[in-house]
């Protein structure tokens, strides 16, 4: 349902099976599971992470192709992208998590200091043109593809927006389950951050935004079975 107060435009997902059928709140054995230190990384062995997930094999976790696929989309021209900017497929683990929120689509702040330049170094939160080393999308392969999902699922590890600190603590109260143990992810509607913010982009810019992006959403909630 509806999450109120602060993340008011956000919804919980929680994926079949997760825990109990009446209040969700993923089973113990299953949050023991999938407790952060055993959520591997993904793996960026050009020869596996095409393959499709099977399960946990104590290292790694392979990478769908259908999350690199995304990663390595262009962003639709005209619709206010943050330059240098990469999608974000989730925000946290997103093949491990019983439980996602969904929103619109990542802040701008995500990419961009007050200043207006790209996050880099220690401040950086998420993959960019600098960070990749390449200065355009005709540039992404799956090599880059797979650095773009790795820094996605790790973003929680780093400096996280301010915005998912109350709903966190929503999560941890309603559901027991927490971004920053791999028991959560977030996953939006559209995957690219713009700047102007959603609000003020135009009606032409928005629905070319939710044309090119759905697609992948209905896809990854079922492939993960949300």
């Not at 023991?32 to 104590?58: F, N, T, W």
């Not at 206010?80 to 701008?108: D, E, K, Q, R, Y």
């Not at 773009?148 to 603590?169: G, M």
Request: charged content about 25%; hydrophobic content about 35%; overall charge neutral.
């Amino acid at each position: 349902g509806s999450i109120p107060g602060a993340a008011s435009k956000s919804i919980v997902l929680v994926k079949e099976g997760a825990g109990c059928s009446r209040c969700k709140r993923p089973s113990s054995v299953a949050h023991k599971r999938l407790r952060r230190a055993q959520v591997p990384r993904y793996s960026h062995h050009a020869e596996i992470i095409c393959e499709p997930l099977g399960e946990m094999d104590g290292e790694r976790t392979l990478c769908p192709h259908y999350l690199l696929e995304r990663a390595g989309w262009p962003p639709p021209a005209d619709c206010g992208v943050v330059h240098g900017s990469t999608p974000v497929v989730s925000f946290g683990h997103p093949l491990s998590a019983p439980v996602a929120t969904l929103g619109i689509n990542p802040s701008s702040g995500e990419f961009l200091g007050v200043d207006g330049s790209l996050l880099s170094g220690p401040d950086r939160r998420l993959a960019t043109f600098d960070s990749l080393g390449v200065v355009s999308y005709a540039q992404m392969d799956d090599r880059f593809a797979s650095l773009i999902v790795d820094d996605c699922a790790s973003y929680f590890e780093r400096r996280p927006y301010r915005w998912f600190t109350p709903l966190d603590r929503i999560l941890r109260d309603a559901l027991g389950v927490s971004f920053f143990e791999s028991t959560a992810c977030h996953l939006d509607l559209v995957q690219w951050a713009t700047d102007p913010l959603w609000g003020k982009l135009s009606d032409v810019a928005r629905a070319r935004l939710l044309a090119d992006d759905r697609p992948f959403l209905v896809q990854q909630l079922r492939s993960e079975h949300y």
